[in-house]
Structures are given as C-alpha cells and as structure tokens.
C-alpha cells in the first residue's frame, strides 16, 4: 500500500479542487507571486490572450537551457526521491490548504536521502540581479509548503531564488553544466547568502529558509481574490505598469 508523499504527489494537480476566480481549480503559485506585483496584471491575464514578448522568449530559453534534466518516468522519479542518496527533479505538486488548492511546478527540487534540502527557481533579468522582490520570494515560499503539505519533511529546506542576468555571456558548457554546479555548491554548503549582496558573473543566489508561517502570512495577503471576496488590487507605481504586457488593455494602467 503507497502512502505518505508517495500517495498525495499527482501527476495533474491543477485539475482538483474547487472553483475558484475565473473558474481555476487550483491556484499557481507563480500567480500568486504576480499577486505581489501587480493583481491587475494577474487579472488581464485571464481576460486577454497570452502575449509574448523578448523580454519572456529569452526567459523561456535560458530556463531550457541552465535547467535541463533528463527525461524520466513517473514511476522512476517516485524511486529516485526515495532511493537515491541525492536527487534533482522537477515535478508538479498540489495541495489543499485552508480555502484555496494550491499548485505549482518548482524549477528543481533537491533531495538528500528522501528529503528535499532546497527548492531551487530561477528568475532571469535585464535589473538588478541583487534586488529579490516580494513576488519571488512568495512563489518560492508556496512551493515549500505545496512539499511539506504533500507530506515530505521540510525540517532543513532552503528555498534559493537564482537571479541570473540575461546579459550575461556563457559558453554552452558552462550553461550545460549551470544546475550540476549550483546543486554542488548547495550542497557542499558553501555561503551562498552571502552572494545575496554581490553579483558573481551576473548570477545571484539568494538563499533563506522556509518557514510555514511566512506561507500562511503570504496565503493571507492574496486568497481574497481568488474567493472573490474583494476586486483585483492595482498597481500605484507607473514603472511596474510600463513593464506589464498588459499596458494597453488593462483599465487601471498609469501609462499607454
């Protein structure tokens, strides 16, 4: 009989749950972490059609690149987070807790012997690799209590958002190798907080615990949306409008 993680991991979990905002069975936790920039910009994005620019085509092919794993099977990921002495995957997870089902799918999860140690999101800039927002912080934040809720022991999980400037000039084999050397130095654990202050080859590692009450504080700020309780709550700060794909179309936007 499977139990534990092993029985609430799904392979589909945003299709349980109940209705939520805009018919959604299960809150993202990148949307929740949108939330924090912009709920208007979360809002258009159910209105209108997905749209692309250069600035999320190179986002979309740096993650392809720095993140590639091996294909595996369903079967094979349940043995290698169980068996294996240190395992990287990336998977979808899911949850119910409080009001809301909450979904989301982290860039890559460290195990060590059947325990995740780090949740690892990559986040690419044009910025500041330096500065991590609220948002980011809050999605990462989700993502460790999507893994405690499914039952893992997240007693010593780190949550390391990695801020990696798109400008940033690599060979193929340093982008090959860019995951296998971030989880090394994890693990070996080497002072990345201390990076949080000062860029190294455009890349930033900010690294902090996860803390079941910060989720709880974060699911506080942001469920009333999505029970639809209250209106979608819009930027004041023109920059933050100026950089939404959204300008054009959204009603509260301070810039056209």
């Not at 029985?7 to 905002?21: H, I, T, V, Y």
């Not at 994005?45 to 092919?61: C, P, R």
């Not at 912080?137 to 209590?145: D, E, F, H, P, S």
Request: aromatic letters at 8%; proline letters at 4%.
């Amino acid at each position: 009989m499977v139990t534990g993680w092993k029985k609430n991991l799904s392979r589909d979990p945003f299709a349980g749950g109940k209705q939520l905002r805009h018919g959604v069975r299960a809150v993202a936790a990148s949307a929740i972490g949108t939330q924090f920039f912009c709920e208007m910009k979360v809002e258009q994005s159910f209105l209108h059609e997905e749209v692309e620019t250069e600035e999320k085509t190179e986002g979309t092919v740096l993650h392809e690149q720095l993140l590639a794993m091996q294909p595996t099977t369903w079967e094979k990921l349940l043995e290698g987070i169980e068996k294996r002495e240190l395992y990287v995957a990336s998977f979808p997870l899911g949850a119910d807790f409080g009001r809301l089902s909450l979904a989301g799918v982290p860039d890559a999860v460290v195990f060590q012997k059947g325990r995740p140690s780090f949740v690892l999101e990559l986040k690419t800039t044009r910025g500041d690799a330096t500065i991590l927002y609220d948002g980011q912080r809050a999605q990462t934040v989700i993502y460790g209590l999507l893994l405690e809720e499914v039952g893992f022991d997240c007693a010593s999980l780190r949550l390391v958002v990695v801020k990696f400037r798109r400008q940033t000039p690599m060979s193929e084999e340093q982008r090959a190798d860019f995951l296998k050397g971030l989880t090394s130095d994890l693990v070996a654990g080497r002072d990345l907080d201390r990076l949080a202050s000062t860029s190294k080859n455009g890349m930033v590692a900010h690294s902090f615990p996860y803390r079941r009450q910060e989720a709880v504080q974060t699911l506080s700020r942001t469920e009333g949306y999505w029970l639809n309780e209250r209106s979608p709550i819009a930027s004041t700060n023109p920059n933050k409008c100026r950089a939404c794909e959204f300008r054009s179309v959204c009603p509260s936007s301070l810039v056209r």
